[in-house]
């Protein structure tokens, strides 16, 4: 088959939500109708625990199932459908931001009773930044949820994103009847049940169609046609382009829990979500057609066990075709690898593959040369771009409290932070070792797994630094003038970039203000256009 034909029967994207959504039983909901499970449940314990607390043992335990369920493939209607796996917890939300750099396209899940919540916002910013088309699925319609156009209009402001709804429920809660779509004019009758599959629904010429009056009642019919005026008044047209340029977000209503408006969605994405597109390097565009293979490294995952110490890197393929035992050029490394079993993960199920197209997403084992952003090619020298590391927001030196186990520590705290857990900086004064995340919940993360994996242990002081940026100037006197000015404030990151550490936000300002001469960057992206 050509890669024209494996490109255009696949798409790749991730579901994503504030935790408690609704995203989890989605994505349960989208494995049971793709028939890659049968019951239900079997995503669930997939499910970090939502506590406010530190709570790394629970975290522990759930590496092993994360792994399999970080990419989950599955067939419907001839698509084969790849759906990438973020976690909900907020501590780890930079490990969600860089697994939307591997997708195509993305399913936002809003609880109709909550709205559009803290990481809802923040999520939809990273879509936003990469113009990634968004369908909006509004959950929960059993509910007693808020007024839909309420509702459409926290959706617009808050996200910042044009909205067209797609389908239109009639009442909610109790009295909650089903939705009308209004693309293909049906009607899907409500009826609360988690066991079956099939949409119910309601054959009707027009919305004074008998059926639709003699199921619903004449005051939810009349309160139909008042909304379906309305929503062909104020909203355009929807326009596939306009979807897919980032632009505007398709909404759904429905109730995952009872597969309600559920097919109705995927059956949407598949017929309007866009096929494995092409990708940015800092030389070229890279367009998935092309004959010589490529892609790059969005997750590395350790493995569970300690002995080995061996990693799964996740690789989003871009272009042409991977082959298993295929010799590849790691472009960073300049050197070149063969993989004898890729694999690609099933809900608890792992399968080697012999060969992946664009779109796909492959684990390869790696025993420790594999980073974040990492390209793959046959040979050219390329970087893929919009792999960021973003500047993370809290910080704490690292002390080495077994001075026998120091060459563990160091070659732990590379390792980890090579998979992304934290970033590593080192201190300009006297090689104090600084670690940076977005999450608290990453330094118990950091202590565990030192302790376990590599048996090293350590402890963490405090530092009062509230953000870190990327420095460049043009003119490198600059730069010297502003390390001799604020020694205590910059290191330099594991590649050698220097960082400004800043304790207030209004310091920040200050130092951007007072230094014209120098660039503060918030996201490593820069380092591809120097
Ligand atoms: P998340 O992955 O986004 O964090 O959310 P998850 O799917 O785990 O759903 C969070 C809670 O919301 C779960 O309840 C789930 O059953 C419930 N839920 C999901 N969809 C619907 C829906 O359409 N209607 C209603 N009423 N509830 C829904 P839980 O009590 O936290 O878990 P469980 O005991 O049901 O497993």
Known sequence: M??????????????????????????????????????????????????????????????????????????????????LDTPGHKDFAEDTYRTLTAVDSVILVVDCVKGVEPQTERLMEVCRMRKTPVIIFINKLDREGRDPFELLDELEAKLDIRVRPLSWPVSRGQSFKGVYNLFNKSFNLFRPNKQILDDDLLVI?????????????????????????????????????????GDVAPVFFGSAINNFGVKELLDTCIEVSPVPRGRQTDIRPIEPTEEQFSGFVFKIHANLDPRHRDRIAFLRICSGKFERNKFFHHVRLDKNFRFSSPATFMAQEKNIIDEAYPGDVVGLYDTGNFKIGDTLT???????????????????ELINTDPMKTKQLEKGV????????????????????????????????????????????????????????????????????????????TAYDKEGNLVYFAESEWLLRKAIENNPGISFHFTSEFLLNN
């Not at 629970?58 to 067939?75: H, L, N, P, W, Y």
């Open 378 to 396: 046959e040979g050219e020298k390329i970087m893929f771009k919009g792999i960021p590391s973003f500047s993370p927001e809290i910080f704490k």
């Open 205 to 245: 010429n027009d919305l004074d169609d008998e059926a639709l009056l003699s199921n619903l009642g004449i005051d939810n019919v009349r309160q139909l046609k008042d909304d379906v005026h309305l929503i062909e008044g104020v909203y355009d047209e929807f326009d596939r382009q306009t979807y897919l340029s």
């Open 2 to 83: 050509s890669i024209s034909r494996e490109i255009n029967k696949r798409r790749t994207m991730a579901i994503i939500s504030h935790p408690d959504a609704g995203k989890t039983t989605l994505t349960e909901k989208f494995l049971l109708f793709g028939g890659a499970i049968q019951v239900a449940g079997a995503v669930k314990s997939n499910k970090i625990k939502k506590t406010a607390t530190s709570d790394f043992m629970e975290i522990e335990k759930q590496r092993g199932i994360s792994v399999a369920t970080s990419v989950m493939s599955f067939d419907y209607n001839g698509v084969k459908i790849n759906l």
């Open 414 to 489: 590379q390792q980890l932070t090579d998979e992304g857990v934290a970033q590593l900086f080192t201190h300009q004064l006297g090689n104090r070792k600084i670690i940076g995340t977005v999450g608290e919940l990453q330094f118990d993360v950091i202590q565990y797994r030192l302790l376990n994996e590599y048996g090293a242990s350590c402890r963490f002081r405090p530092l009062g630094f509230i953000k870190a940026c990327w420095i460049t100037a043009e003119d490198s006197q600059k730069i010297e003038d502003f390390i001799r000015y604020k020694p205590e404030n």
